[in-house]
C-alpha cells in the first residue's frame, strides 16, 4: 500500500484493560529500562515465615564439625520476598534454600547475627529478569572482582551472568550480598543465546560421597546436563541434547584420562591443582582457548577445573560455548603459573587480534559506567575499577608473551579412541560401584540403555533425563561413555559455494542455485521438512529467492516441536550475518517461521513472504533495519522480532493467522507506514517491549493495539502510535501502556 499524504488518519478504538494481578505498585511499563538496571534496586529483603525451623536449620549448619555442607541442610522454605526500587516496591512469592559446597557461605555478622548464602526461586515476578538467582556472601566469589569479571565477560562475548552488589535483609538481618542469576532460559536470552542444553562438570560425588575422602573420585566425575527441563519438552530437544552430552561425556573422559597418561600421577602441581580444563571443540574452533586465556589474566583459574566448568550447546554451529561461572576472580597484577602451564592450559595460540579487540573494549567508557552502575558505593569501587582494569591488560600481554615464546605440548587427544578401558580400569582400582552405560538408542519402539557388559534396557525420558542429568538411573549411580563419537553436526551439510561470502548449509533434499553473475541465491525446497541455514556471512547486494511447498493448515504436520534437530525453526534461516541491501522472497514454506534471522545485523531493502504455514518472518537477538516488508496469507504472525532493536520504514500485511506485528522480550521496535488488514491483534507489545508506530492503517482485526506481559521473567510494555486509522478495541493489562 503506498501511503498519501492526503489521507486523514483517524483514532477509533477503546481500550479494553485485564488485570493480570500485578506484584509492584507502579506499572511496570513505565519502567522499562530502569527494571533492567541494577543501580535503581535499592534493597532485597527476603521473609522466611517459618522463621522458627529456618533458624534451627541454620544451627545445625553452624555446629556441625564438617566443613562442607550437607545435602540435608538445603532443605527448601517458603519465603516472601520484597524488592525495593528507587520509584517504588515489588513483592513476590518464592523459596529459598541455602546455598554452596561450604561453610564460607554462613557466617554471624555483628550481634551474632546470621548470615548466608541463599539460592531464590521467584513464583511470581523477577529481579532483573532473573526468576531463579543466588544471594551470596560476597566473600565467597571475592567481591567486586566477580561483578567486574562477570560484566567483562559479557564485553568480550562470553557468556556470563548478571551479577550486582545490594543490600539484602534475610528475616530482618541486612548485609550487603552479591546478587547473580542462575543459568536458566532467561539467563540464556539475557546473553543473546536461544535456548538449548547446558551441561556442567558433575560434582556429585566429589565432596561426601559414601566413604571416599574430598575429591577422591575427580577423575571419575564426568559431566551432566543442569537444564534437563528442556530436554523434556519434545524429540527434538531430546535429539539435541542427547548429541551434545555425548560429545561432553568423550571430551571429559580424554582430558582426564590422557592428562594422567601425560603428566603421570606423581605430579605435584597437579596434585595440588588440578586444573587443564576441557575443551569440547578441540579441533574445531578457538573459543576456548580465548575463554581460558582471559580466565587466566583474571586468576580464575578454579574455573578451570573441569568440575567448575559449566558449557552451553549452540546448535547453530554444532559446537559448545564455555558459560563463565565461579571464578574465583582476582585482578592481581603478576601470573604465577609457568609457560608450560599455561600452554597446557590454553592449548593453543591466541591471535594478536583477540588481545588488541580485548585491549580496546577495556578502554570502553560504558564498561566503566556499567560497573559503577553494579556496586553499592560507586566513589569507593572506583580506585578498585581503575587498578583492576590496569592490572588485568598486564597480565593479558604477561601470558601472550610467554605462549608465544612456550613450546605447546604435542595433543595426545585421539579423536577416534575412546578410552572406556582406563577408566573402567580406575572404578575397579578406586572400588568405586556405578554401572557403565556405552550406548543410548532412540527409535520408534523406545529408548534403550546398554550396559558395558553388554546388557539392553528399555527405559523411559524420564529415566534418560536421570541419567543425563543426574548420573543416575532409578536413583543409582550410572554413567554414560559413548563407543561413537556422534557425526550429526550441521557442519556435514555445508554446500559449495563460489562466490557466496559466507556459509549455507542445506539439509539433503533441497536444492540451491547459486548465480553468481546476479547475485541471487535460489533455493527450492522439496520436502516439507527442508531447510537452509546461512551462517557468518557478509550478504551485500545479495538476494535470496526461497521457493516452499504449500501443505494445509494442519499443526498436525509440523514437528512435535517448533524447531528441528539442529535448533532451527525457520525454512530460511540467518545466523550470525550482517545484511548489507539484501532482498529476501518466500514463497510458501512448511515451517515453524518461513524466515528465521537470529543474531544478525543491517540494513534489508525488501522482505517479500507469500503463503506461509505458520509465522512469515521471525527474527530474534538482531538489529536490523528493513525498508520494506511486504506479507501476503500467514498462518500465523506476519512479523515477530524478540530480543532486539527493529525499525520497518514501511510494512504491508495482509491476511495474519494471530497478529500483523508482534514485538516481545524487551525490543524496541520503530515502524512507519504501517498497512495490516485481515489478523487477530493490529500490532502487540509484549514483556518490557516498546512499539512506536507512526502512519497506521489497521483493517478488518478484532483487536487494533495489545500492550502486555505474558511471561514471568519480564513486565508490562510500552505502545505508542501517531496518525492512526483503526476502527476497534484494543487490550491492555495493568501493567503496560498505549498511548496515541
Keep these: 500500500m503506498i501511503f498519501d499524504k492526503k489521507i486523514s488518519f483517524f483514532l477509533a478504538f477503546s481500550l479494553i484493560t485485564f488485570n493480570i494481578n500485578a506484584e509492584c505498585d ?63 516496591v515489588c513483592f ?32 511470581n515476578g523477577n529481579i532483573l529478569g532473573a526468576v531463579k538467582f ?9 567481591g567486586l572482582n566477580e561483578v567486574l569479571g562477570s560484566l567483562v565477560f559479557r564485553q568480550l562475548g562470553f557468556i556470563a551472568p548478571e551479577t550486582f552488589e545490594v543490600s539484602v535483609a534475610i528475616n530482618g538481618n541486612e548485609s550487603k550480598m552479591l546478587f547473580q542469576e542462575d543459568t536458566q532460559k532467561e539467563f540464556l536470552e539475557r ?17 561426601t560421597h559414601q566413604n571416599f575422602k574430598m575429591l577422591d573420585l575427580e577423575r571419575m566425575a564426568l559431566s551432566r546436563m543442569t537444564n534437563d527441563n528442556w530436554l523434556l519438552k519434545g524429540t527434538s530437544s531430546q535429539a539435541i541434547s542427547l548429541t551434545a552430552y555425548k560429545k561432553l561425556q568423550y571430551a571429559y573422559l580424554n582430558a582426564h584420562i590422557y592428562h594422567d597418561q601425560f603428566y603421570g600421577k606423581n605430579d605435584q602441581w597437579l596434585d595440588e591443582f588440578y586444573f587443564y580444563g576441557v575443551n569440547p571443540n578441540r579441533k574445531s574452533s578457538n573459543i576456548f582457548p580465548k575463554y581460558f586465556f582471559a580466565l587466566l589474566s583474571m586468576h580464575g583459574e578454579h574455573a578451570i577445573r573441569p568440575h567448575n566448568q559449566k558449557f552451553y550447546f549452540n546448535s547453530f554451529i554444532s559446537e559448545f560455548e564455555p558459560i563463565y561461572y565461579d571464578g574465583n576472580l582476582s585482578f592481581e597484577r603478576g601470573v604465577d603459573l609457568p609457560g608450560s602451564k599455561l600452554a597446557e592450559i590454553v592449548g593453543k595460540k591466541i591471535d594478536k587480534e583477540f588481545l588488541v579487540s580485548i585491549e580496546e573494549k577495556m578502554k570502553s567508557k560504558s564498561l566503566k559506567t556499567f560497573f559503577l552502575d553494579r556496586v553499592e558505593s560507586p566513589k569507593s569501587a572506583e580506585k578498585f575499577y581503575n587498578n583492576s582494569i590496569s592490572n588485568f591488560l598486564f597480565n593479558l600481554e604477561v601470558i601472550y608473551d610467554q605462549l608465544n615464546n612456550t613450546q605447546f605440548p604435542k595433543d595426545k587427544f585421539n579423536e577416534t579412541y575412546i578410552p ?115 551462517s557468518n556471512a557478509v550478504i551485500d547486494g545479495w538476494r535470496f529467492v526461497f521457493s516452499g511447498i504449500t501443505i494445509s493448515n494442519n499443526k498436525d504436520k509440523i514437528l512435535g516441536q517448533r524447531f528441528n534437530k539442529y535448533g532451527l525453526t525457520g525454512c530460511l534461516n540467518f545466523y550470525d550475518s550482517t545484511f548489507k541491501h539484501a532482498k529476501i522472497e518466500v514463497i510458501s514454506g512448511a515451517c515453524e517461521d518461513s524466515l528465521n534471522i537470529v543474531s544478525s545485523g543491517g540494513q534489508i531493502d525488501f522482505i517479500k513472504i507469500n503463503n506461509t504455514f505458520a509465522d512469515a518472518i521471525d527474527i530474534d537477538f538482531s538489529k536490523i533495519i528493513i525498508d520494506l516488508a511486504m506479507i501476503k496469507n500467514a498462518g500465523n504472525d506476519c512479523f515477530d522480532v524478540s530480543g532486539g532493536e527493529y525499525n520497518l520504514l514501511s510494512f504491508e ?72 486509522s483503526c476502527n476497534g478495541p484494543s487490550l491492555i493489562d495493568e501493567d503496560s501502556l498505549i498511548n496515541s
Design 26 to 88: 507502579f506499572k511496570t511499563g513505565n519502567f522499562i529500562d530502569e527494571l533492567f538496571n541494577p543501580k535503581f534496586i535499592k534493597k532485597i529483603e527476603v521473609e522466611v515465615p517459618k522463621s522458627a525451623k529456618f533458624a534451627k536449620n541454620i544451627f545445625k549448619i553452624l555446629t556441625y564439625d564438617d566443613f562442607d555442607i550437607k545435602s540435608e541442610y538445603k532443605k527448601r522454605f517458603k519465603a516472601k520476598i520484597t524488592v525495593t526500587y528507587d520509584f517504588g
Design 92 to 123: 513476590y512469592q518464592g523459596k529459598v534454600r541455602q546455598n554452596g559446597d561450604f561453610k564460607d557461605h554462613i557466617k554471624l555478622i555483628e550481634g551474632g547475627k546470621p548470615i548466608m548464602s541463599l539460592d531464590v526461586k521467584l513464583a
Design 134 to 142: 543466588k544471594l551470596l556472601i560476597p566473600e565467597t566469589r571475592n
Design 191 to 207: 546473553n543473546l543465546r536461544r535456548e538449548n542444553a547446558i551441561f556442567e562438570g558433575d560434582e556429585s560425588i566429589l565432596w
Design 420 to 534: 572406556i578401558e582406563e577408566y573402567e580400569s580406575l572404578q575397579n582400582k578406586l572400588n568405586f560401584n556405578q554401572k557403565i552405560y556405552v550406548e543410548i538408542k532412540q527409535s520408534t519402539d523406545g529408548i534403550f540403555f546398554k550396559s558395558i557388559e553388554g546388557k539392553q534396557e528399555k527405559v523411559d525420558v524420564n529415566e534418560l533425563s536421570e541419567l543425563i542429568s543426574r548420573n543416575t538411573v532409578k536413583l543409582k549411580r550410572a554413567v554414560f561413555i559413548p563407543t561413537l563419537i556422534p557425526n550429526n553436526s550441521i557442519k556435514q551439510f555445508l554446500i559449495k559455494t563460489t562466490n557466496f561470502p559466507g556459509s549455507i548449509y542445506g539439509s539433503s533434499s533441497v536444492e540451491v542455485l547459486e548465480d553468481v553473475k546476479n547475485k541471487i541465491i535460489k533455493i527450492k525446497q522439496n520436502q516439507s521438512d527442508d531447510w537452509v541455514l546461512v
Design 653 to 724: 500485511a495482509k491476511n495474519c493467522g494471530d497478529k500483523g506485528i508482534s514485538v516481545g522480550e524487551r525490543s524496541l521496535l520503530n515502524a512507519s507506514n504501517v498497512f495490516i488488514s485481515n489478523a487477530n491483534i493490529g500490532v502487540s507489545s509484549k514483556d518490557l517491549s516498546k512499539v512506536l508506530l507512526n502512519k497506521v492503517v489497521i483493517d478488518n482485526v478484532e483487536y487494533c493495539f495489545e500492550s502486555s506481559k505474558k511471561k514471568q521473567e519480564f513486565g508490562g510494555s510500552k505502545l505508542q502510535a501517531s496518525a492512526i
